[in-house]
């Protein structure tokens, strides 16, 4: 079955003086620097020990194009060239410490995944994360009901002690390349670089970058970029209703670990193209239930 693959308070623009910030921090004593600036209702307080990184365009699409490399390497290299899961998983492990060091040299001095809009959002994951592990087997009942996908018990299941160590395997497979693909697909365009703003215009741009992540599926056809692109609709929105990176990374996780899973105990074949028509249209139906997650804190101005 195919996969897409405390409290917290907002940090855009508090840390580091590089980065990619077209605006110039606020000075000590400025009126800027008493009160948060209120942007589409999103608080951009300073630091009070760290001036805020500065959006240089060609800076930013460097960074981009580093975490694009680095998330597309694993599969590239490893898995089709190399032909080796090993090199592949270790690759996208590697993948954070990039993404770590091209959010520091973004200006994110305290902490490079602070670029991305990942500062512990608890509550957030954990929404997120229950609505896909609901969502996605109801949308297999309702796929075999219409006759979308196929379903038969695996011969010979994993059962006991093997069972346990299996989904603990796939918990940890399938979070590391979520969190990944949601930086480069996401994180980056909300925090650290938001040309389309943090609303609307963040949810398209993000969706059309998540279809671009799947390059080696691009080949696919029309059908597929469409699921790509709805289900992106609904991970993005995660990101711009709670303020947090972690709303976008427990519905893709939960997607994928609720694929896996199931792969675990199930035979599941799509009939035909039912297979991405059902992922579109629960794509779709998870962007409707984004109202489920909990809404970023708005900053009131004094």
């Known amino acids: 079955m195919a996969a897409t693959s405390h409290v917290w308070a907002p940090l855009v623009g508090t840390e580091g003086d590089s980065g990619c910030n077209t605006q110039a921090p606020a000075k000590a004593g400025s009126a800027g620097a008493e009160a948060p600036a209120i942007r589409g209702g999103i608080s951009m307080a300073a630091s009070t020990s760290e001036s805020a990184p500065s959006r240089v365009p060609l800076r930013c699409a460097l960074a981009f194009a580093a975490l694009y490399a680095a998330y597309e390497a694993p599969e590239g290299v490893g898995g089709r060239l190399l032909g080796n899961a090993v090199v592949a998983a270790v690759m996208m492990t590697l993948f954070h410490a990039v993404a770590f060091g091209v959010g520091r040299w973004l200006g994110y001095r305290r902490n490079g995944f602070h670029a991305y809009a990942l500062e512990w959002h608890g509550s957030a994951l954990a929404r997120a994360l229950a609505v896909m592990l609901v969502l996605k087997p109801l949308s297999v009942l309702v796929g075999v009901r219409l006759g979308l996908l196929q379903v038969l018990p695996l011969e010979k299941p994993v059962v006991g002690t093997a069972l346990l160590v299996a989904v603990l395997g796939v918990a940890v497979s399938t979070f590391v390349p979520s ?69 976008a990374v427990g519905l893709h996780w939960g997607w994928n670990l609720a694929n896996s899973l199931m792969d675990l105990r199930l035979d599941v074949t799509a009939v035909g193209q039912g297979g991405r028509m059902l992922s579109t249209a629960t794509g779709l139906v998870a962007l409707a239930l984004v109202v489920l997650l909990p809404a970023k804190r708005r900053a009131v101005a004094p």
Do not use: K
């Open 179 to 247: 969190v990944a693909e949601d930086i480069v697909a996401r994180g980056f365009w909300f925090r650290a670089w938001p040309v389309a703003g943090q609303r609307a215009g963040y949810v398209l741009l993000s969706a059309g970058v998540f279809v671009l992540t799947h390059v080696y599926r691009l080949g696919n056809g029309p059908l597929e970029w469409l699921m790509l692109f709805c289900t992106g609709l609904a991970y993005a929105a995660a990101v711009a209703r709670t303020g947090s990176l972690w709303g």
